[in-house]
């Protein structure tokens, strides 16, 4: 095979350009994005090798290596992991594989270069090394495999690559530093072949790798008297030696004690790939019959993939510091899905296979406490820290609901953590036990109304007798809200209910016995006059001045469902619709009148009088013209009567 020119993937070149051009100022970065590479082609390497041992050869000792050469600038980064072949270097290097990174250039091309500080989570990371070189080579050869190869780009359009010769496995990285130039105005500009710089930039950003990082440190000696003190004529004798220069012990086998939360935001941030510092962290220690350690962080945003089906949960697994699984599904609910973290146990054994892991009675123990964990950590910010709680909410509130909506089992835990607006304060969101220690006596129901936003809501006819008995109404603005009620019917022994619900009243009707005789026949005749709309038509006790309201029936689901149901386009079962009247508004007067006089006009009148309900319902009429037609119709007879 000879030297071979190929393009890169149109995206991966527009990726390019960003990165060359960038003014980011933290470019340092792009080290901690080659170490993480580094150490997870090791961790492949470990993993493949517990079935496979021939891959290691004799070389079993893994470690990640830095060599910079300070005339020519180069700086080298070296790894003995599992390495690539021709084939890998064009899918894993030359093209930008997953759909997610495609977003990441949009969202870049839209927004400003800050925003490159995602690139690691988007897994482009490697791109990274064009923001400090202006050219970068790959030699690299596979494990189990006798070819190697070279890579080679000027982050341009395209990369060269060619047959290598290449001592062990695994992948050598050299990055042909850019140059600073003259008159440059990049006060924050790094020389990275400088022994110091690079051994602060692992310290601060990869120190809990847990494979050795080498390099050539310089080390002067002062010569010293017999009794331990300096000589004050001595020559210093400096010494160049290959050391370790990070941390010896991983983070989580590391006494709570001796860790500062600085040391934990890098290690989430190197290791989860995130740019962000976690929101929280937990670190924990379990010990009896059953030993492990957790370290789990809950992250301040979701990752772009977060709500499609390519996002995977889970933890990672080791044991005894080997890294045995990437993702351990099982020890992570779907609710909790946004935890990112790993789990330790000695007992674990090494080859786990999937089969086994579901089965697992040590992981269902585990998965027990991790849960609770997370509970817990979530109250303590809900109860403790609510500026932090609502930061979370806004994230991933979503999620926790949907485990009430999707977990039986689950769903009296979670719903402890929800919070809502509601007409108490409408800036101001509320737990359900708060809203319940504050009911006031004669208050039955946990009431909701559901709508768009808090405006509709506020407006709507529903709210009117509710707001005068000053009862608090928690605010359903999510779609997804009113889907809880199905599973979470009642909370600390009080039903939740909707001030929409046909059943739910606030007091005994003020309506005599009379007045509803009186009015039945209208009612009746208005009930014909929709055709079938309506299930039913009845005085209300809850409307004040609006004349109408729609609300749900016994059977079938709400309006608001409907509402929702009809966006996802899925086959829309028809809520059973109520028409309830207000006895007290002067147009039912009018009606009365009106039904043995003018049939056809009484029709239009409760069409419109539907219509009306069905808009402050937010739902558009089904036959929006003729609703138009009549109104326009209407304006005309006004000014001609
Ligand atoms: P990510 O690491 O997030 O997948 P990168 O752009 O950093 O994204 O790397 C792309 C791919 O290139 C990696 O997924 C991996 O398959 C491969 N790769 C990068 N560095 C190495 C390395 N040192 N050894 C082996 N493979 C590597």
């Known amino acids: 095979m000879n030297r ?47 079935t496979k041992s021939e891959l290691l050869g004799d070389d079993e000792i893994f470690e990640i290596s830095i060599k910079s050469d300070d005339v020519a600038k180069t700086l080298t980064i070296s790894d003995n992991g599992i390495g690539m072949n021709h084939e890998d270097l064009i899918q894993n290097i030359g093209t930008i594989a997953r759909s997610g990174s495609k977003n990441f250039l949009k969202q870049i091309q839209e927004n400003s270069a800050a925003d490159l500080e995602l ?11 064009f923001m400090v070189a202006d050219k970068v080579t790959i030699t690299t050869k596979k494990a189990g495999e006798t070819e190697a190869f070279k890579w080679e780009s000027e982050g341009t359009g395209t990369y060269t690559i060619e ?18 130039e003259e008159n440059s105005e990049e006060e924050d500009w790094e020389d990275y072949t400088e022994s110091y710089t690079l051994q602060n930039l692992v310290k601060k950003y990869s120190n809990f790798i847990r494979y050795p990082i080498k390099m050539e440190v310089e080390h002067t000696e002062y010569p010293k008297n017999e009794d331990g003190s300096y000589k004050y004529d001595g020559e210093p004798t400096t010494e160049r030696k290959v050391e370790r220069i990070n941390a010896t012990k991983p983070i989580w086998l590391k006494d709570k004690k001796e860790i500062e939360q600085s040391d934990y935001n890098e290690f989430y941030k190197s290791e989860f790939h995130d740019w962000v510092d976690p929101l929280e962290t937990i670190h924990s220690k379990a010990e009896g019959t059953l030993e492990y350690r957790l370290l789990l962080f809950i992250p301040k945003k979701a990752p772009f993939d977060f709500n499609s089906n390519q996002f995977k949960k889970g933890v990672k697994l080791y044991s005894k510091s080997v890294y045995i699984m990437e993702r351990c599904e099982t020890l992570i609910p779907d609710y909790y899905k946004f935890v990112k973290g790993l789990v330790e146990s000695s007992d674990f054994s090494l080859n786990l296979s999937r089969e086994v892991l579901q089965q697992n009675r040590e992981l269902k123990v585990i998965a027990k406490n991790i849960e609770k964990k997370i509970h817990d950590t979530l109250l303590y910010m809900l109860q403790n820290e609510r500026e932090k709680y609502e930061e979370f909410w806004g994230e991933f509130g979503k999620n926790i609901k949907s ?67 000053d009862w608090e109404v928690l605010y359903f603005v999510e779609k997804i809200d009113e889907f809880i009620t199905n599973n979470l019917t009642e909370y600390k022994g009080k039903k939740l209910k909707s001030v929409s619900h046909g059943e739910f009243s606030v007091g005994e009707s003020q309506v005599t016995k009379e007045r509803e005789e009186e009015m039945k026949p209208v009612l009746e005749a208005i ?8 299930s039913e038509v009845k005085l209300s006790s809850r409307l004040k001045s609006s004349p109408v309201c729609l609300v749900s029936g016994k059977n ?13 386009d899925s086959f829309v079962p028809k809520a059973d619709r109520v028409l309830e009247v207000n006895p007290n508004h002067k147009l039912f007067e009018v ?5 043995d006089s003018d049939e056809s006009r009484f029709k239009t009148y409760s069409n419109l009088l ?28 006004n000014i001609s009567e």
Do not use: C, W
């Open 610 to 637: 539907y219509n009306q309900a069905l808009i402050s319902e937010g739902i558009v009429p089904e036959d929006a013209n003729s609703f138009i037609n009549q109104i326009s119709e209407l304006m005309i007879n």
């Open 119 to 129: 690139i690691g989570q988007f897994g482009v990371g490697f791109y990274s090394a």
């Open 403 to 469: 485990g009430i909506y999707s977990d039986f089992q689950a769903k009296d835990k979670l719903s402890d953590l929800l919070i809502f607006l509601s007409s108490n304060d409408s800036t101001k969101k509320v737990t359900l036990d708060e809203y319940v220690s504050r009911m006031p006596e004669g208050q039955e129901f946990i009431l909701y109304a559901t709508g768009k936003d808090i405006q509709s809501i506020e407006k709507m006819p529903q709210m009117e007798s509710v707001n005068e008995k």
């Open 556 to 568: 079938g689901i709400s309006l608001n469902m409907e509402k929702v149901l009809k966006d996802y």
């Open 163 to 180: 047959p290598a010769t290449k001592e062990g496995r695994g992948t050598e990285i050299t990055l042909y530093l850019k140059k600073k």
């Open 591 to 595: 009606m009365s009148k009106m039904k």
């Open 4 to 50: 071979e020119t190929q393009s890169f993937q149109a995206e991966t070149k527009q990726l390019l350009d960003l990165v060359i051009n960038s003014i980011y100022t933290h470019k340092e970065i792009f080290l901690r994005e080659l170490i993480s590479n580094a150490s997870d082609a090791i961790d492949k390497l470990r993993f493949l090798s517990l």
């Open 527 to 534: 009930k014909n006059a929709l055709e079938g709309k309506v």
